[in-house]
T-cell receptor, first 113, second 111 residues
Framework: EAGVAQSPRYKIIEKRQSVAFWCNPI?????LYWYQQILGQGPKLLIQFQNNGVVDDSQLPKDRFSAERLKGVDSTLKIQPAKLEDSAVYLC???????????FGEGSRLTVL | DQQVKQNSPSLSVQEGRISILNCDYT??????FLWYKKYPAEGPTFLIS?????DKNEDGRFTVFLNKSAKHLSLHIVPSQPGDSAVYFCAASAGNDKLIFGTGTRLQVFP
């Protein structure tokens, strides 16, 4: 069974530039999550989708971050404009059930200079 | 407000001995707890979980203990192996609410 796919694995940009990350969840998983993991901290939920609807985006900085899951399958997370403090690993995860086990992708490491 | 706390950033254990990783939480509504393991440059992978109706769950070398009155859970690895060297995250949720992760404990198992 294919796991959660994410791209790109690494991205380096300058502050005020934009960046987009892509995620393809495990087939059949209706729930998709984007987490931000800053060095030395645990993953923090940015947004949770159930199919193509948003369940929780309370911790998403909406002035600069946006995410979509138009067809209820893959998803894109965008940051525009990026700030230095956005340097982190962005983890995508999916689950079959809303409260079920999360399966994580390898993450996309963002460095903002 | 850190609802899930892992106060030990690192732990070093000799191969064959027991590793004990600790986690404390503050939210009494949490009813489901999980441990995830993370190798460098990989995403976290699920290790073991426990529901609040239990106080112990075992899976091979891994056992999780839950003490609800103390709001404390621990992960025991017996015997520890070099391949267990990784960062371990404790996570908790309340009902269908989002998972809250701790800051992680880096375990190093040496020969």
């Amino acid at each position: 069974e294919a796991g959660v796919a994410q791209s790109p694995r690494y991205k380096i940009i300058e502050k005020r530039q934009s960046v987009a990350f892509w995620c393809n969840p495990i087939s059949g998983h209706a729930t998709l999550y984007w987490y931000q993991q800053i060095l030395g901290q645990g993953p923090k939920l940015l947004i949770q989708f159930q199919n193509n609807g948003v369940v929780d985006d309370s911790q998403l900085p909406k002035d600069r971050f946006s995410a979509e899951r138009l067809k209820g399958v893959d998803s894109t997370l965008k940051i525009q404009p990026a700030k230095l403090e956005d340097s982190a690993v962005y983890l995508c995860a999916s689950s079959f059930l809303v409260s079920g086990e999360l399966f994580f992708g390898e993450g996309s490491r963002l460095t903002v200079l | 407000d850190q609802q899930v706390k892992q106060n030990s950033p690192s732990l070093s254990v000799q191969e064959g001995r027991i590793s004990i990783l600790n986690c404390d939480y503050t939210n009494s509504m949490f009813d489901y707890f999980l441990w995830y393991k993370k190798y460098p440059a990989e995403g976290p992978t699920f290790l073991i979980s426990i529901s609040s109706i239990k106080d112990k769950n075992e899976d091979g070398r891994f056992t999780v203990f839950l003490n609800k009155s103390a709001k404390h859970l621990s992960l025991h690895i017996v015997p520890s192996q070099p391949g267990d060297s990784a960062v371990y995250f404790c996570a908790a949720s309340a009902g269908n609410d989002k998972l809250i992760f701790g800051t992680g404990t880096r375990l190093q198992v040496f020969p």
